[in-house]
């Protein structure tokens, strides 16, 4: 299973970008790279995911480097209510999962 | 709505008395998994299930038990819990389709074992 590599902690000030980055330089040709986030102490929630390609949706945009080795997760206009741990992991065969420290953003007003 | 639920949320026992943690979906999903938090140490997977009657152990496994005799259903049980299994607990499920990984989390259920 590839490791990421996050930061412990960040901070964004109110109506700016937040930009997470991830490494996961081991990262295998099939993988997927994921990003979730979790609340205080309520269940992680899904963000995005994508393979090669950057992708979009409502909540976020995943930027993947061409090689593939590092991601960030752009929050385009963040509020206080995206405080929050943000977890970077890379899809695992088999169905186990591991989730990483991840990184503590916090959202100043 | 589709979702997770696991039962009790909170819940607070003494040393060697058995215990279950209760996880249901209704969202059809063939894979659920439980993970424990604690403090500086993330999730951590204790067990996780690709279907019915299929389990298998994760990072953390001893001192817990599964089983998935229903689709809908993955309890977690503690036959004799001790302190160090005091945490925040986690059920997910997800789709068993391959590329899909979104995984439904329930609430937590924070144990306290004295």
């Known amino acids: 299973d590839a490791k990421t590599t996050q930061p412990t902690s960040m901070d964004c000030a109110e109506g700016r970008a937040a930009n997470l980055p991830c490494n996961h330089s081991?990262?295998?040709?099939?993988?997927?790279v994921y990003w979730y986030r979790q609340i205080h102490s309520q269940g992680p929630q899904y963000i995005i995911h994508g393979l090669k390609n950057n992708e979009t949706n409502e909540m976020a945009s995943l930027i993947i480097t061409e090689d593939r080795k590092s991601s960030t997760l752009i929050l385009p206009h963040a509020t206080l209510r995206d405080t929050a741990v943000y977890y970077c992991i890379v899809r695992v065969a088999g169905g186990k999962s591991t989730f990483g420290d991840g990184t503590t953003l916090t959202v100043k007003p | 709505e589709a979702q997770v639920t696991q039962n009790p949320r909170y819940l607070i026992t003494v040393t060697g008395k058995k215990l279950t943690v209760t996880c249901s979906q209704n969202m059809n999903h063939e894979y659920m998994s439980w993970y424990r938090q604690d403090p500086g140490l993330g999730l951590r997977q204790i067990y996780y299930s690709m279907n019915v009657e299929v389990t298998d152990k994760g990072d953390v496994p001893e001192g817990y038990k599964v089983s998935r005799k229903e689709k809908r259903n993955f309890p977690l049980i503690l036959e004799s819990p001790s302190p160090n299994q005091t945490s925040l607990y986690f059920c997910a499920s997800r789709t068993g389709t391959s590329f899909s990984y979104e995984q439904f989390f329930g609430p937590g259920t924070r144990l306290t074992v004295l």
């Open positions: 081991t990262i295998s040709g099939n993988e997927y």
